[in-house]
């Protein structure tokens, strides 16, 4: 969860700190704790190459995008589509090409849902890098909404 500039992660009962009544974790790229740093620097850079520009770039790279389907998320009616995205085919200016191609791939699936007014709603892909998988799933709903956030209680935070 990202709140102004901080950014408070949950980690896995194997990774959390020794005290199970904190669960969350304040990332941070100059911590102490290697796997809070590790988690800092990676969600820093991610945030930085995560603009409008750069999923421009990756739907502007994609060799193929097929419908897959109806679904519905909380009774709002959606079109899944399937796509393709070349990595080659970024342009080299691209900051997440070289991230990407240095990590080993070429293409990237994306499956995307849109609502009827073509808003995205849901977004997921599933990679293995390095021979780890990993899965990304973002949803968005009540666009014009108003939103509040908090931040999870400090004695339930990690230091």
């Known amino acids: ?8 992660a949950k980690l896995p009962a194997g990774l959390s700190a020794a005290n199970p ?9 100059n911590s102490s704790d290697p796997i809070v740093r590790t988690l800092g620097t990676t969600v820093e850079s991610v945030l930085s190459q995560s603009s409008l520009n750069t999923y421009s770039g990756l739907a502007s790279a994609a060799t193929s ?20 995205v070349d990595i080659n085919r970024l342009a080299a200016d691209n900051p997440v090409r070289q991230l990407l191609l240095g990590a080993g791939l ?50 339930q935070i990690a230091h």
């Open 1 to 8: 969860m990202i709140i102004g500039t901080q950014i408070y």
């Open 21 to 29: 009544n904190q669960p969350w974790v304040l990332a941070d790229a």
């Open 65 to 84: 995008v097929k419908v897959d389907g109806s679904d519905s998320f909380d009774g709002t009616p959606a079109t899944r589509y399937s796509i393709v």
């Open 106 to 155: 070429t293409t990237i699936p994306i499956d995307i849902w849109l609502d009827s007014q073509q808003r995205m709603i849901q977004f997921t892909e599933a990679l293995t890098i390095s021979g780890q998988a990993t899965t990304t799933k973002v949803t968005i709903s009540k666009y014009n909404q108003p939103v509040s956030i908090s931040a999870p209680p400090a004695d």
